[in-house]
């Protein structure tokens, strides 16, 4: 990301990623498809925020596996209390008036 910022980039290539972050609603229910593309591009970490009411909750992702297109999942959480990214992160937000899409 420092050498798109210096550059002075309009886009970004996946190499240049660190971090993706996915939301999921009723029109992009196949997250695992777009979590496939993630890891086949190998960016390092991907947060899913998936608000469909069969399963809400939030997941962090890593380790991609660039073949097999898959990520591991390092922590999940379920809406209503607070999120908090391990390092290289570090930061926390709130997730108590998060809801399922209706």
Request: with cysteine; proline share 8%.
């Amino acid at each position: 990301m420092a050498e798109a910022r210096a550059a002075k980039s309009r886009h970004l290539f996946s190499h240049q990623l660190d971090f993706v972050v996915e939301v999921t609603s009723p029109h992009n229910t196949g997250q695992k498809a777009t979590q496939t593309a993630y890891a086949q591009q190998s960016i390092p970490h991907c947060l899913l925020i998936d608000r469909d009411p069969k399963n809400p909750g939030v997941t962090l992702y890593a380790g991609p596996d660039r073949r097999a297109g898959r990520y591991e999942a390092v922590e999940e959480w379920k809406f209503g209390g607070t999120v908090t990214l391990p390092e290289p992160f570090g930061f926390s937000f709130d997730t108590s008036a998060w809801e399922p899409w209706g």
